[in-house]
């Protein structure tokens, strides 16, 4: 299945991208705002090449919708973003795919697409996932706490099925290609108005004068989030767009793979917990997310 393909191309995708995200802003990143800006300068790079290779595609007033859902995209970001500074990458990773929850009634009162049991079922596993793998381990005498990316990732759960739901929506009257393309174009107008400002402009077209080690990590982000984000766009195009959001619920597992073996091979490079007691509620996290994915495709 053509859906399914893309879905698992996407969640690895972007499994990298979490994973130089979380490299870049321990190590370099002093706003997560101006970081965002760097990269989304750097996507116009893609969508120049798309403009300039298919054309413009415009359908009004689909495109300008297109345009408005880009807007969307970057407040989520902005949530991502500041989620992990405060938190692991493999735990960000899980927390990202509890958004199929809030796809699934949106894409049943806009999209017409029924759920069965078996698909709420799946998904409160994935919530209970999620408050799983953000939990951490108490000292002796001090009460439970909740990971502080959780206020932050409730945004981008919202703002993503948006996202997914509407491009949905948008692939009847656009192809793929220049739905990435303009809704690149929304995502740099979102930011548009912060490059007005002399210190953000300063800090954001510094991070790509820094270094070639830094330039080198925001060119790598930005290939794998092009890459991902566009394969999970196909996907959406040949699927459901609940399936493919669940699907694509394998990312987590996927990402704590990467993180283990640089762990191993690179100590220090990306701050993890690899304690036998964390690293047990992770994979139990990751085989509930197995199980909540099972159940809703």
Excluded at 244 to 270: H, R
């Amino acid at each position: 299945m053509d859906w399914l393909i893309f879905s698992l191309i996407g969640a690895s995708s972007l499994a990298v991208t979490g994973v130089i995200d979380k490299f870049i802003l321990d190590k370099y990143i002093r706003s997560c705002g101006a970081y965002l800006i760097t990269l989304i300068i750097l996507q116009q790079a893609f969508a120049l090449g798309i403009y300039l290779y298919l054309g413009h595609g415009f359908v009004y007033p689909h495109s300008l919708f297109a345009i408005a859902i880009g807007g969307l995209q970057a407040v989520l970001w902005v949530s991502y973003l500041r989620a992990l500074q405060v938190e692991e990458t493999s735990r960000i990773a899980a927390m990202v795919y509890v958004y199929p929850i809030f796809v699934f009634p949106a894409a049943f009162f806009f999209l017409g697409e029924t759920l069965s049991l078996r698909d709420y079922a799946g998904g409160l596993i994935l919530v209970i996932s999620a408050l799983l793998v953000s939990y951490r381990p108490p000292a002796r005498g001090e009460p439970l706490i909740l990971s502080p990316a959780l206020k932050y990732m409730f945004v981008f759960w919202i703002f993503s099925a948006l996202y997914a739901v509407a491009a949905k929506y948008l692939l009847s009257y656009m192809d793929e290609w220049h739905l990435i393309m303009w809704s690149s174009a929304g995502n740099f107008l979102a930011v548009l108005p912060f490059l007005t400002l002399r210190r953000v402009r300063e800090e954001a077209f510094g991070y790509l004068r820094h270094g070639r080690l830094l330039t080198s990590a925001l060119i790598a982000d930005e290939i794998f989030d092009f890459l991902g984000r566009g394969a999970l766009i196909f996907a959406y195009a040949a699927g459901s767009v609940a399936l493919v959001s669940s699907v694509a619920a394998l990312q987590p597992f996927i990402t704590l793979i990467y993180v283990m073996m640089l762990s191993l091979s690179f100590p220090g490079v990306i701050r993890e917990e690899m304690t036998p007691q964390t690293l047990s509620l992770k994979l139990a996290a990751v085989f509930l997310i197995v199980l909540g994915v099972y159940l809703i495709s």
